[in-house]
């Protein structure tokens, strides 16, 4: 959740929120960045807004972040995540509650056409107040960034010229899918030790991450490395073979398009979030099952014109569609709603 103060104080709620931050604070508001995991209802919202004297809020998720603000004293905009129009919905009090929150909001952002669509198939009357803009990519990696040190603490061979390092960067929560691919890409590693497969993200589910720990324990070729610095994972991916998704749902994946804008090739699970920011050999490669996955990496890596042209293409689509300055102009004139 922000927050912003004179010009206007606000709060976010939840992830990618410290890019909205920068764009809000660039507009000079003030703005506190609030986990909604870290609150249990409303009324510890209330008590937040009114003691701290916040003047508007900033949703991301129409459930996780949205159901907080339900009633709220103070105007908010929402941000759609993904998982709240693709999943959420299937639950009755879920649907409930977040047409509630939509009523109330002042607006409502979704990343894409298709997310909008979904949206307004559910909730008819808000329809006029959901707007379109694609995630604003812009990355920062590190010049000091250590890449061996980086393998080293992983247990990866620091044999640079033979590895190929796949990263799978996702919060660990089951709808990420973190474990996929790992035991096929287990007994692809088995034939090729050259190959290795890095998952870095925070536990967001800890009983799942456990199940993620034991499961990577008992697989060679498969490392749980430790969380970075946006700055140092920016460089890391910027240094790996390929990034890795495997999602069952994804809103817009940040991840991905940063990967991109890096000159990183993309393999992607065939999912519709993915689908609309990939497309197939094109600007990065799509599978439907984890033995495709290992067929098109394998591909990838024999073939290094093919690769080449995904990257130039993939970084194109990024320039021309996921401009930093134009998302930032969308939400500073976005937030003028919540005055």
């Known amino acids: 959740m922000v927050s912003l103060r004179p010009r206007c104080e606000h709060v976010i709620m939840k992830t990618h929120s410290a890019i909205h931050r920068n764009h809000l ?10 986990d909604a995991f870290l609150y249990e209802s409303p009324a510890e919202i209330a008590d937040l807004t009114s003691t701290d ?16 603000l339900q009633g709220s004293r103070i105007p908010f905009g929402i941000i759609f995540g993904g998982t709240d129009v693709n999943e959420d919905v299937k639950s009755e ?3 409930r509650v977040m047409g509630a929150v939509l009523e109330e909001a002042r607006f409502a952002v979704a ?18 107040k959901i707007y379109v803009q694609t995630q604003g990519i812009k990355t920062t990696p590190s010049e000091t960034f250590d890449w061996y040190r980086f393998l080293e603490r992983a247990g990866i061979p620091t044999d640079t010229d033979r590895l190929h390092l796949f990263l799978l960067i996702c919060g660990l929560r089951r709808v990420k899918d973190p474990l996929y691919l790992v035991e096929v890409f287990s007994d692809w590693h088995r034939k090729d030790p050259s190959v290795h497969l890095g998952i870095i993200g ?18 060679p070729g498969v490392h749980l490395l430790q969380e970075l610095p946006q700055d140092d994972l920016h460089a890391a991916v910027k240094r790996c073979f390929a990034l890795v998704n495997s999602s069952t749902s994804e809103g817009m994946s940040a991840a991905i398009l940063e990967a991109m804008d890096l000159d990183v090739p993309v ?3 065939n999912i519709p979030g993915n689908a609309a920011i ?35 293409r993939a970084k194109d689509y990024v320039k021309k569609h996921h401009s930093w300055e134009s998302e930032r102009k969308t939400y500073q004139n976005l937030v003028l709603r919540l005055q």
């Open 25 to 34: 604070h660039a507009a000079g508001h003030i703005c506190v960045l609030k």
């Open 53 to 68: 004297k916040f003047d508007a809020a900033l949703a991301i998720h129409l459930y996780k972040g949205g159901r907080l």
């Open 93 to 95: 009090e879920k649907h």
């Open 111 to 128: 990343f894409t056409v298709e997310m909008k669509e979904l949206a307004a198939a559910e909730w008819p009357e808000a329809r006029k």
């Open 202 to 219: 925070p536990a967001v589910d800890p009983l799942f991450t456990r199940e993620v720990k034991e499961k990577v324990k008992r697989a």
């Open 267 to 269: 393999l992607a699970r």
């Open 278 to 312: 990939i497309k197939h050999k094109e600007t990065g490669l799509l599978f439907s099952n984890p033995q495709e996955f290992v067929v098109l990496s394998k591909s990838l890596m024999n073939d290094p014109i093919m690769e080449k042209e995904i990257i130039t």
